[in-house]
């Protein structure tokens, strides 16, 4: 196995109360952490959507992070997706769709 074989890309939509909540920046800030790639937006229908690549272990660590959300967030689900890795390295904020 190669450590590109441990490596997974998925988009994330996330729906409830998860905008004004602060949800972005704790996606930033627990990517960041997690040493993993990617982006987080809001979308106009009230959801957030983002992208997210890295080890395995990793990403699953942030999914859970992204099922609970900050305080004030209520998460009712969550639609998990393979992607293609970004283009960029690093996790940052994307403009709103």
Same mark, same amino acid.
């Given at each position: ?45 009230? @959801? ?27 998460? @009712? ?18 403009? @709103?769709?």
């Amino acid at each position: 196995m190669t450590a590109e074989d441990d490596l997974t890309t998925l988009r994330v939509k996330i729906e409830g109360f998860v905008q004004g909540v602060g949800y972005r920046h704790f996606a930033i800030m627990e990517a960041r952490r997690l040493g993993l790639d990617g982006w987080v937006r809001n979308v106009f229908d009230g @959801t957030v959507e983002l992208l997210v690549s890295g080890p395995n272990l990793q990403v699953e660590e942030f999914v859970g992070c992204c099922m609970r959300g900050p305080t004030g967030a209520k998460v @009712t689900n969550i639609e998990l997706h393979r992607a293609d890795p970004p283009t960029r390295k690093g996790f940052s904020l994307a403009s @709103t769709y």
